[in-house]
T-cell receptor, first 115, second 111 residues
């Protein structure tokens, strides 16, 4: 079965530290990839997405992610986190076949940034 | 996301009670989805609807039914609530290519 795995469940960083959250998926075909963020008490918001082209994609609020096809990975990065980045982060995959638009989500990573 | 609204925001049910979660959109998109979010499990798809009048099961459909009577609304019904259905429920719709826009969620507790 298709699955998405986020290796870090809970990450604690100090402000200005660099961030990298891992995401791996299991699907051999073409995929569309997403990172969503959920701030405390809010709904999920799209952070960035990858469909094709340059494997390094930039999103909102200084986040970026790199798609490495050979590693089935789509890791999220930010050079310098802020206290306001405290949130839960979800990686999601949409297998391109079927065209249902269904997303398969990872378990989520809770990021806590200490001021 | 103002384009997707969900009601109610909070609900407490007793085991065996029924209720319907409502979702409405004003973005004129065809595909809509219902997810549940549980700690440590991410979001799991319950049901989805590719268009008005069509619905399909997702990953965890047992104990739920859905209705898509028109393009704007997609409701999720719990016929006989169980404690295992305590969760946060999100409605989403597909916009753009494959990205999804999420509603604010309904926090359901079943005692």
């Amino acid at each position: 079965a298709q699955s998405v795995s986020q290796h870090n469940h809970h990450v604690i960083l100090s402000e200005a530290a660099s961030l990298e959250l891992g995401c791996n998926y299991s699907y051999g075909g073409t995929v569309n990839l997403f990172w969503y963020v959920q701030y405390p008490g809010q709904h999920l918001q799209l952070l960035l997405k990858y469909f094709s082209g340059d494997p390094l994609v930039k999103g909102i609020k200084g986040f970026e992610a790199e798609f490495i096809k050979s590693k089935f990975s789509f890791n999220l990065r930010k050079p310098s986190v802020q206290w306001s980045d405290t949130a839960e982060y979800f990686c999601a995959v949409n297998p391109s076949s079927g065209n249902t638009g269904k997303l398969i989500f990872g378990q989520g990573t809770t990021l806590q940034v200490k001021p | 996301n103002a384009g997707v609204t969900q009601t109610p925001k909070f609900q407490v049910l007793k085991t065996g009670q029924s209720m319907t979660l409502q979702c409405a959109q004003d973005m004129n998109h065809n595909s809509m989805y219902w997810y549940r979010q549980d700690p440590g499990m991410g979001l799991r798809l319950i049901y989805y609807s590719a268009s008005e009048g069509t619905t399909d099961k997702g990953e965890v459909p047992n104990g739920y039914n859905v209705s898509r009577l028109n393009k704007r609304e997609f409701s999720l019904r719990l016929e006989s609530a169980a404690p295992s259905q305590t969760s946060v429920y999100f409605c989403a719709l597909r916009g753009g290519v494959y990205e999804q826009y999420f509603g604010p969620g309904t926090r359901l507790t079943v005692t």
